[in-house]
């Protein structure tokens, strides 16, 4: 598709559980970053990935959170071990490259429900 | 650090009139300014940027923002509302010393009224 691609928009998961969110990201884009957002917090960044480089995880909120982003394409973000204040809304977003000032283009997000 | 503040919660103006959502921010460098709208259950669409030269930049569906680095303001601006533009508003900023982040402000709910 043209835009950034993000499943699944809807997951329900029990406390403890592990859970995997998947980014599809516009072709050719080879910046991509992980946001969360939610209602206590805003939206914070998360991790940002550009090229081959070493991915920035300077936002990841505990060590249960991890992303990988394999061929320099499609990324996973896993929560581990989920925990009730890991409900938010996991937005992805991509640009062209990683330079300042690029214009960041966002999915629809993947609405994540921790009971 | 850099951060953005949108002072205003909620905005509420009328179909028809002009409408401004408040974005201020502070930064060490240069700032690179955004403005995003996030309809109910939606991602962010990307609306506007400023980068550098003409400090009124024009964007998506008539809006428009005025960089005013003096007041270290980016207000968004539209001449006439729709009830359509009712949605929630993000200004954004990044710095190049901190490679292509967002960092967001707190967003600010646009209600036009017919």
């Known amino acids: 598709g043209a835009g950034v691609s993000q499943s699944p928009s809807n997951k329900v998961t029990e406390k403890g559980k592990d859970v995997e969110l998947r980014c599809d990201p516009i072709?050719?884009?080879?910046?991509l970053y992980w946001y969360r957002q939610s209602l206590g917090q805003g939206l914070e960044f998360l991790i940002y990935f550009q090229g081959n480089s070493a991915p920035d995880k300077s936002g990841l909120p505990s060590d249960r959170f991890s992303a990988e982003r394999t061929g320099g394409s499609v990324s996973t973000l896993t929560i581990q071990r989920t925990q009730q204040e890991d409900s938010a809304v996991y937005l992805c977003?991509?640009?062209?490259?990683?330079?300042?000032?690029?214009?960041?283009?966002f999915g629809e997000g993947s609405w994540l429900t921790v009971v | 650090a850099q951060s953005v503040a949108q002072p205003e919660d909620q905005v509420n103006v009328a179909e028809g009139n002009p409408l401004t959502v408040k974005c201020t921010y502070s930064?060490?460098?240069?700032?690179?300014l955004f403005w995003y709208v996030q309809y109910p259950n939606r991602g962010l669409q990307f609306l506007l940027k400023y980068i550098t030269g003409d400090n009124l930049v024009k964007g998506s569906y008539g809006f428009e923002a005025e960089f005013n680095k003096s007041q270290t303001s980016f207000h968004l601006k539209k001449p006439s509302a729709l009830v359509s533009d009712s949605a929630l508003y993000f200004c954004?900023?990044?710095?190049?010393?901190?490679?292509?982040?967002?960092?967001f402000g707190a967003g600010t709910i646009l209600r036009v009224k017919s």
């Open positions: 930064v060490s460098g240069n700032p690179y």
């Open positions: 977003a991509s640009s062209s490259t990683g330079t300042t000032g690029n214009t960041i283009y």
């Open positions: 954004a900023v990044s710095v190049m010393e901190y490679g292509n982040k967002l960092v």
């Open positions: 072709s050719g884009h080879t910046a």
